[in-house]
């Protein structure tokens, strides 16, 4: 049984390959910034430049805790760590390939 020339005209043939979807390109690390701050007659320091609380930041907060040493907590996009850490949490954030803005270094 013959098919119409006009159908099958608008059905693809069976040989072509489907489109490939386009490769993702790299998610851009975002520039961070890290700077001394006061809570609550203590020193910490604070490191912003995520727009919004997701996995990244909070993973990001759990490997610097681990490195460094320190305490900390993620809200909001900042990340919070216990002490006057500036200098440390710059050179490994550098090291991981983030850009950094020193903030009253």
Do not use: H
């Not at 975002?30 to 609550?40: G, M, N, S």
């Not at 320190?70 to 760590?81: A, F, N, Q």
């Amino acid at each position: 049984m013959e098919l119409p020339e006009s159908l099958l005209q608008m059905m693809p043939a069976a040989e072509e390959e489907p489109p490939q979807p386009a490769a993702e390109a790299p998610q851009k690390k975002p520039l961070l910034r890290i700077e001394k701050d006061k809570r609550k007659g203590n020193t910490a320091t604070l490191i912003t430049g995520y727009d919004t609380d997701c996995k990244a930041v909070r993973e990001l907060t759990s490997a610097l805790r681990q490195q460094l040493a320190v305490g900390g907590s993620t809200r909001d996009g900042e990340i919070l760590l216990q002490g006057d850490v500036r200098l440390k949490a710059a050179r490994w954030l550098e090291q991981a390939g983030y850009k950094v803005k020193r903030i009253n270094f």
